[in-house]
């Protein structure tokens, strides 16, 4: 505080020390100048919402204004998404007129782009524009400015006063371009606009092997870092995170991981990009707070994907969280870290600007856990720090570790630096509600636990305690559906010193009736601290309660799932994945089965009711059409979280016959991997899927 004081002091004593000249006193010797340096264009992580995967490439004049207008109505502008950015699909069946310059679609934007922009502009945003590098290919892509129109185009964005611009590479890669070459042209011509009007440069090369094909490294998306920094402020780091109106979770993870490989070239003014945030276009609200987080801390362009219009308020609420956007907004613009090593748990740490750290307790895996950092593996010393966690908004201070209660597929954010003065409330982690057993097995361990109508369930909530002061009393109470009944199992411990940690059991117990879908539990932790009163945590998790198991000789892909995820679209019943053709492996149809893209998880629920199953696996001739080649495939049946067939690596020539014990078993997964080659768009079938009951 003192040395703080006197550099104040300091300060101020030396501007009262600056005399103005007389207005008649002669002119100062001239001095060398240094050329001003060049203006740092979005110095933090521009925001903005963009058309591609909420409306497609259909969108009108009158849509974006739609869109614009609930920019402002629910907040978002305000809390900086300010960009409107029209993608691909804005041009005419014509892009250029008959004198080489671009216009607009003439039925969707009648007036040209323009009035738009304006419209725009006097919302108080920004507008955003696309166009390729490459130069213009019918039947490749949509629009392009290669061919000499680099310059000719950056005037023509200029003129119509837009604020950024996606330069795509659709038409580069199909024309077999060198991305810096090009890139490095087009950011020149922006530069050097008539108008010399600042435009953002988003460069978005998008290819990846072998999702696109077979292409040098030199050609993809994992290159542009190497260039893009000195020329853009911000660059794809992989391919799209998803389809129009599909992104998965795993997608969103895929991209990260990707934009993690060069956290050093990120910095103010230049920012890798993982693509577009996804609210409502296939995950969940949790899923969605997630991905929300990982470019918080990834200093990342925050764009939002969806329809404005159409999002839940809980996701506007997530996209405007002061603390979320602070950290990504951090004036350091530094990218996070990981910290130990990469799993289904993994910490990452982000440096801001004022010495604290933006800590993620990442959960990639399929059940709850309590995740923990210790404070020196985050980099920051001393004994007390004080936690704030984004999300819950509560503020607890910690003697060293940094835990939270993080479920399947979530994600805690949590700002931390040193804490002074008294000591605070401690940092007190009140796990969510674990299914550990259900009868007398275990669950196993990182998958959904399934429950079934009249199932007994161990249910376990694990309370630790990680502040400076003693927890007194701590209770858990746990609340289950109706119908349902609960009994607690242990008695409460008195005390609950600094370091310790304790679980609450309780057996649950369903009807017999109990309906299929999902069901919550309740816990409610409380506690009292001396000095700061009774203190109160809520944790909810959700079991899956499993549709009634087949019975008899069954065609399996006949039978509800439990759930069921593909790389690419969903699984389809009876035909190839997509549902245009029926399932046919190696030149033979098969009337029954499911046809799935890699990776993929297709769960039933058999309630140790079935004794055998058989089915014929394979990859679908389809990818004969679609490639790549070297397309392969891996299939495995796990029975309670136990392998019990496993097919090897299989190509487009390969067939394995599938017969299995079941006896025993409650829930069947059936898993398709991608082969070790990265492709997620294998075409997978499970043909003739069948059970004995």
């Known amino acids: 505080m003192r040395r703080h004081l006197f550099t ?5 004593t030396a501007s009262l020390l600056v005399v103005p000249a007389p207005a008649h006193a002669a002119p100062a010797t001239p001095t060398a100048t240094k050329p001003a340096p060049r203006q740092v264009l979005s110095p933090t992580p521009y925001q903005g919402w963009n058309t591609y995967f909420g409306l497609g490439g259909d969108f009108s004049e009158e849509s974006v204004r739609q869109v614009a207008d609930s920019i402002v109505s629910r907040g978002l502008a305000k809390a900086g998404y300010d960009i409107v950015w029209l993608d691909g699909g804005w041009q005419d069946p014509e892009p250029r007129t008959a004198a080489g310059d671009l216009q607009a679609d003439r039925t969707r934007f009648p007036n040209g782009l323009k009035p738009l922009v304006d419209y725009i502009h006097g919302k108080g945003l920004k507008a955003g ?12 892509c949509g629009l392009g400015s290669g061919d000499g129109y680099y310059q000719r185009d950056a005037d023509q964005f200029a003129a119509w006063e837009f604020d950024a611009v996606k330069v795509d ?10 991305p810096k070459t090009v890139y490095t042209e087009f950011a020149q011509a922006l530069r050097d606009n008539a108008s010399k009007r600042p435009i953002i440069f988003n460069l978005c090369n998008p290819v990846t092997s072998p999702d696109w094909g077979n292409y040098p490294q030199e050609q993809q998306s994992t290159y542009s870092w190497s260039y893009a920094p000195a020329i853009a402020q911000s660059w794809r780091t992989y391919t799209d995170v998803g389809f ?10 895929r991209n990260y991981d990707a934009n993690a490989r060069h956290p050093e070239v990120a910095g103010p003014g230049h920012f890798n990009d993982p693509d577009y945030l996804a609210p409502g276009l296939g995950m969940s609200e949790e899923e969605f707070r997630t991905q929300m987080t990982l470019w918080a801390v990834a200093a990342a362009p925050l764009v939002i994907g969806s329809d404005i219009r159409k999002i839940s308020q809980a996701s506007v609420d997530t996209l405007t969280d002061p603390d979320a956007l602070a950290i990504n907004q951090d004036p350091a613009g530094v990218q996070a870290v990981r910290v130990g090593p990469a799993g289904t748990t993994e910490t990452w740490v982000k440096r801001l600007a004022n010495g604290d750290r933006a800590v993620v307790l990442l959960n990639r895996g399929e059940s709850s856990k309590i995740l923990t950092a210790k404070a020196s593996s985050v980099g920051l010393p001393g004994a007390r720090l004080t936690v704030k966690n984004a999300w819950t908004n509560q503020v607890t201070e910690s003697a060293g570790t940094i835990s939270a209660a993080v479920p399947a597929h979530g994600a805690a954010l949590m700002r931390v630096g040193p804490a002074r003065g008294l000591p605070g409330v401690p940092h007190v982690t009140a796990g969510l509600p674990q299914v550990t057993k259900v009868g007398n097995a275990a669950t196993p361990d990182g998958t959904a636990p399934v429950l079934g109508g009249g199932d007994q369930a161990r249910v376990e909530v ?5 502040g400076l002061l003693p927890v007194v009393a701590p209770q858990v109470g746990l609340v289950a559906p109706a119908g349902w009944t609960v009994r607690a199992l242990d008695r409460a411990p008195i ?14 117990t369903l009807p017999a009736t109990a309906a299929a879908g999902e069901a919550a539990l309740t816990a409610t932790t409380s506690y009292e601290v001396i000095g700061h009163g009774k203190s109160r945590q809520t944790s909810v998790s959700t079991v899956v309660i499993a549709p009634a198991p087949p019975t008899g000789d069954v065609v399996l892909s006949h039978h509800a799932w439990i759930s069921a995820t593909s790389g690419w679209m969903t699984p389809t019943v009876d035909l190839s994945v997509g549902g245009g053709s029926p399932i046919r492996l190696v030149g033979q149809v098969y009337p029954t089965g499911l046809g799935v893209a890699s990776p993929s998880t297709v769960r039933y629920y058999l309630g140790d009711r079935c004794d055998r199953l058989t089915a014929t ?8 059409n679609v490639g790549p080649d070297g397309a392969t495939s891996t299939f495995q049946v796990v029975g309670d979280g136990r392998v019990l067939f496993d097919s090897g690596v ?3 020539d390969d067939l394995r016959q599938v017969d299995v014990d079941l006896t025993g078993v409650r829930v069947l997964d059936l898993v398709v991997g991608d082969g070790g080659d990265g492709g997620y768009n294998d075409r997978a079938d499970w043909a003739g899927l069948n059970t004995s009951c």
């Open 8 to 12: 104040a002091l300091t300060a101020l």
């Open 129 to 140: 524009i696309y166009t390729d590098a490459g130069p213009y290919i019918p039947g490749k």
């Open 169 to 178: 590479f659709l038409c580069g890669i199909a024309a077999d371009l060198d």
């Open 244 to 253: 129009v109106g599909d992104i998965k979770f795993k997608d969103v993870l």
């Open 462 to 466: 694990a309370v630790r305690n990680d």
């Open 495 to 508: 005390l609950l010193a600094p370091g310790q940690a304790t679980t609450f059991a309780f057996t649950v």
């Open 617 to 624: 696996v394979g990859l679908d001739d389809a990818v004969r």
């Open 650 to 652: 299989l190509t487009r």
